[in-house]
Every structure is written in structure tokens, then in C-alpha cells.
């Protein structure tokens, strides 16, 4: 079945990095445009960022842009998200989603960034 599996979260202080993976299992991973979404309590989910099959395109909100970075490894199946200078705003639930029919996600990691 599918499966997507985060892991990466922690807590860190304003101005930091951490890198979020997501494995990924259960389908063709290669073939499949993935995403990375966030949430906060009493939000709605916030699109972050998305990366093409072949890794050659990606998007990012603007609240990002400079500052992280998607990538993915088809061989090894798994999605990245690099985070850097991060702010207390990026504390949230971080999820990695994709879309096969229906929409995937997995369980999240948690990321709190401390001012």
C-alpha cells in the first residue's frame, strides 16, 4: 500500500536548518510530481513547496523562496525539503503529499522554531 513517512522535525532556533525526508512507498515514486505542505493549528494547509517528476522544475511559496529547497532522489525513493534560515512564522506540521487518484500524505513531523 501506500506510504508516505516524515521524519527530520525538531526544534531549533530562529536563524537555523533542519532537512526534512520523506520516504516513500507503494508506487512509482519516479513518475509522480510530490509537494510539501504545512500546518498550524486553527489553518488551513500551506502549499510549500513542489518538485516534478524528473526534479528539473520546482515551486515554492513565496514565504519560502530563498530560503528552502525541495529536491527528491528517485533511487532512493525519498523527498527533501532543506530548510534554512528558519523563522518562529515556520513553526508548523510539516507533510509531504502527492497525488495518485486521490491525495496521499503522510503522518507529519513537527518543526517549532524558537525566537
Known amino acids: 500500500q501506500v506510504q508516505l513517512v516524515e521524519s527530520g522535525g525538531g526544534l531549533v532556533q530562529a536563524g537555523g536548518s533542519l532537512r526534512l525526508s520523506c520516504a516513500a512507498s507503494?508506487?512509482?515514486?519516479?513518475?509522480?510530481?510530490m509537494s510539501w505542505y504545512r500546518q498550524t493549528p486553527g489553518k488551513e494547509r500551506e502549499l510549500v513547496a513542489t518538485i516534478y517528476s524528473t526534479g528539473g522544475t520546482t515551486n515554492y511559496a513565496d514565504s519560502v523562496k530563498g530560503r528552502f529547497t525541495i529536491s527528491r532522489d528517485n533511487a532512493k525513493n525519498t523527498l527533501y525539503l532543506q530548510m534554512n534560515s528558519l523563522k518562529p512564522e515556520d513553526t508548523a506540521v510539516y507533510y509531504c503529499?502527492?497525488?495518485?487518484?486521490?491525495?496521499?500524505w503522510g503522518q507529519g513531523t513537527q518543526v517549532t522554531v524558537s525566537s
Open positions: 507503494g508506487f512509482t515514486f519516479s513518475s509522480y510530481t
Open positions: 503529499t502527492t497525488f495518485l487518484g486521490l491525495w496521499r
